[in-house]
């Protein structure tokens, strides 16, 4: 439903009816004042302030998605820098790993709750395509380019859920054993998880384009609603003080006919 028609066929009739009712010459400010513009415009206000709530709250669902994926980029590229050097020690490594599987595991489960929703309650995104392609590029960017094998032979596994499990003892062994085939693997883990995040937070991405396109509606929303309020006000008080004035011209008429009569 087009909010803006309605509020101009609305804001049309109260002033079609203003005008026809100021030239009657009776009852005049008691009609008028009975038709309130606030009460003419309640149900475009209210389809208005329904979609901006509406909007809002997938809003703040993609805000909570985009502050994840922002930090699971962060761990997954300091994962990739740290199993990169020569001088990373077997504690930097591991905290680097627990730092992306920690971020990861966050993000995976933003985006089940506003996709799946939590208990009772619906996700935000249920119905939002972008956040179900956005999950399923998550899951992809760790099967899609590590080995399951490779992952669970340095302590790394995967639930049903999608969300990862670290054994840092294994970890720890496979670095002793055989650290340049460990860190190989968690370098490519963290590349891939890295650019899955950066291509779903650029303008283009499914995140992105999503906040971006939530952002501009809210903001053109509030201020439609904003225009409505003040049209609102404004019609109100042009009403208000023509009513004034032809109630008292109505009772001063009404006075002096009285008079002639005697």
Known sequence: MDISSIVSSTLQLARVT????????????????????????????????QQLESTNVRLSAYGQIKSAFAATETAARGLTETAGKATATTADVTKAAQA?????????????????????????????VRAQFAAND??????????????????????????????????????ATNPT??????????????????????????????????????????????SLQKQAETLQATLDA??????YTTASGLSAYRSLLG
């Open 138 to 175: 998550l899951a992809r960017s760790i099967t899609g380019t590590t080995e399951e094998t490779d992952l669970k032979a340095i302590g790394i596994t995967r639930s049903k859920e999608g969300t990862l499990s670290l054994d840092v003892k294994a970890l720890e062994q496979a670095l």
């Open 181 to 226: 085939a460990a860190k190989s693997t968690l370098a490519a883990l963290g590349g891939a998880v890295g650019a899955t995040a950066e291509r779903e937070l650029a303008t283009t991405g499914n995140v992105g384009a999503s906040v971006g396109s939530l952002t501009s509606r809210s903001q053109s929303l509030s201020a439609q609603q904003a």
């Open 100 to 128: 992306l599987v920690s971020a990861f595991n966050q993000t995976s489960g933003s985006l089940r709750d506003a996709v799946q929703g939590t208990g009772s309650r619906p996700g935000a995104l249920a119905s939002d």
């Open 242 to 247: 023509q009513n004034a004035v032809l109630n």
């Open 18 to 49: 203003q005008s026809s009712q100021t030239g009657s010459t009776s009852g005049v400010g008691s009609s008028v004042s009975a038709q309130s513009v606030g009460a003419l415009l309640a149900p475009a206000t209210k389809r208005l302030g």
